[in-house]
């Protein structure tokens, strides 16, 4: 599961793979050559890999197995997962599409092989058909109740849906076939989703430690996770020492390249952080790094660089990622239409907490204000803290002259400010004195959490 992005702002749906627009980049093998199979199903799992790279050296020879004509729905279901590891390592989901036609040559051998169902939904996931996913995951759980791989694709189409019952059982049911690093991730970010932000930081602990023996893009992404997670929790120090540990082992991975520019924004230090937003996004070009890039050379007074930043947030966003181009333009209350288009867009095939947030912030962008609220709502149901939402509720909340419940929101948003986007940020701070009364939070409100602000 790996998101979108490791942003506080949270678009984090899927723990398996990323979740983009599948497309065919570098690192995706380029097609012809190869010998095909009987009938098109299968064709592009064959296309040729580049010679001489040792990366691709396992996918060479499973493709030769798979060639075969006498080969198994098993040695294509092989071919297939060395697809889906390639993408996770290359962050690449063009590879997906290789994974999705060694599936299809699977299930033509062997109709409802539950391997190969997994292979098909984690690329339906890619592709943001969640609902075909969904359906797709159930056949695979149906065929095999007791594989975690099949159970973790459910989990995944289930939260995009925002069907939490069917997610809750879907983990559960993992936790109870083991507690291995991809369980313990999504029982924490289903924690973390409840509200139950202990829960949430331990059990993600817990799966950085299984996943740290294995090394690799596992660990770190889930250390980008965890430190996700400190960062939104107000821990912006803990967050960083997170990020520094694993980096110490797998230096230059975008995840932690991130993780750690954010932390380093948080804490107030926007010099320091522009440099490895700056790397992030060089080795992974999505939307949610730019915009950091582009809020720490804001806060840097380097101007000119963050407008260069924040127009490739708008690049990107409409090329992989538009609910984050949504947030963005929503976030700087720009292009209101086009924000709430996209919004909309999004929600028509998502229902997760994170897109129910976005819709609602683009209505109230719009002037919507009952709407937003709706959304808004939604978004809080199943009592997440991430500091977006908290703060867009109390925003919303101000508007519709609901000064006591813009307050309480305010204060609850105050102590994990360090997981806001730097103008959110100070927009949460201007607010108070509007709503707080005698401008400023009961004690209690505002310590609570662990200590961790932003510096401006």
Excluded: N
């Excluded at 592009?44 to 798979?66: N, S, T």
């Excluded at 991130?258 to 010099?271: I, Q, S, T, V, Y």
Aim: with cysteine; glycine share 10%; aromatic share 4%.
């Amino acid at each position: 599961m790996v998101p979108t992005s490791m942003t506080a702002r949270g678009v984090l749906g899927i723990l398996a793979l990323l979740v983009t627009a599948p497309s065919c980049g570098s690192g995706a093998p380029e097609e012809g050559g190869g010998v095909g199979p009987p009938s098109a199903a299968g064709r592009m799992a064959l296309a040729r890999v580049p010679e001489g790279d040792p990366r691709f050296a396992r996918i060479a020879a499973l493709q030769a197995a798979a060639a075969s004509p006498d080969a198994t729905s098993a040695a294509w279901e092989d071919l297939g997962r060395a697809f889906v590891q390639r993408a996770r390592e290359d962050l690449d989901p063009g590879f997906l599409l290789q994974a999705e036609s060694a599936s299809d040559r699977a299930l033509e051998l062997s109709p409802g092989s539950p391997p190969a169902l997994v292979l098909r939904a984690l690329a339906r996931i890619s592709q943001h058909r969640f609902a075909e996913a969904r359906e797709t995951a159930r056949a695979a759980t149906a065929g095999d109740d007791a594989d975690p791989a099949a159970w973790g694709a459910l989990f995944d189409a289930a939260i995009e849906i925002g069907d939490d019952a069917e997610a809750v059982a879907a983990c559960e049911r993992m936790l109870a076939l083991g507690p291995t690093s991809a369980s313990l991730a999504r029982a924490g970010w289903l924690a973390w989703l409840h509200g139950d932000v202990p829960g949430a930081l331990s059990r993600v602990a817990s799966a950085l430690e299984a996943s740290r023996a294995a090394g690799g893009e596992p660990f770190a992404w889930t250390a980008a996770l965890l430190a996700r997670l400190r960062l939104s929790s107000g821990d912006p120090a803990g967050a960083l020492a997170v990020c520094d540990e694993a980096a110490a082992r797998i230096p230059a991975h975008p995840f932690l390249l991130a993780c750690r520019g954010r932390a380093l924004l948080a804490l107030g230090r926007p010099g320091d952080a522009a440099p490895p937003l700056r790397d992030a996004l060089a080795l992974q070009p999505l939307p949610d790094h730019a915009w950091a890039l582009g809020d720490a050379l804001t806060e840097a007074g380097r101007a000119d660089e963050a407008e260069g930043a924040y127009a490739m947030v708008s690049r990107l966003g409409a090329m992989v990622d538009p609910r984050a181009l949504a947030a963005f333009l929503a976030a700087r209350g720009e292009r209101s239409e086009e924000a709430l288009a996209l919004a909309r867009k999004e929600a028509a095939t998502r229902d997760d907490p994170y897109t129910r947030d976005v819709l609602g912030w683009a209505l109230f962008r719009a002037g919507r204000r009952e709407e937003a609220k709706d959304a808004s709502d939604r978004a809080l149901a199943l009592g997440t803290r991430e500091p977006t939402f908290l703060y867009h509720a109390g925003r919303i909340a101000e508007a519709l002259g609901e000064r006591a419940e813009a307050a309480r929101l305010a204060c609850a948003a105050l102590p994990v400010r360090s997981g806001l986007p730097a103008a959110e940020a100070a927009d949460l701070a201007a607010m108070l004195p509007r709503v707080a009364r005698g401008g400023s939070c009961p004690p209690a409100a505002s310590t609570a959490g662990t200590p961790g602000t932003r510096t401006r």
